[in-house]
C-alpha cells in the first residue's frame, strides 16, 4: 500500500480503536490493512445495533 493509504488507515484505526498512532507506525502493511478492516467491521456494526 501506499504511504498515503497507510496513513489514512492509520487514521482510522486510531479514531475507532484507540491505538496509539505511534505503535501503529511501527506494525506491517498486512498488520495495519487486518486492523482497519477489523475497524471498519465494528463501525458497521454499531451502525445497524
Known sequence: MTEQERM???EWINLIERYG???LKQ???EEIEKLYNLAMLR???EIFV
Open 43 to 45: 463501525q458497521t456494526d
Open 21 to 23: 498512532k505511534e505503535s
Open 27 to 29: 506494525k506491517s502493511d
Open 8 to 10: 489514512e488507515k492509520i
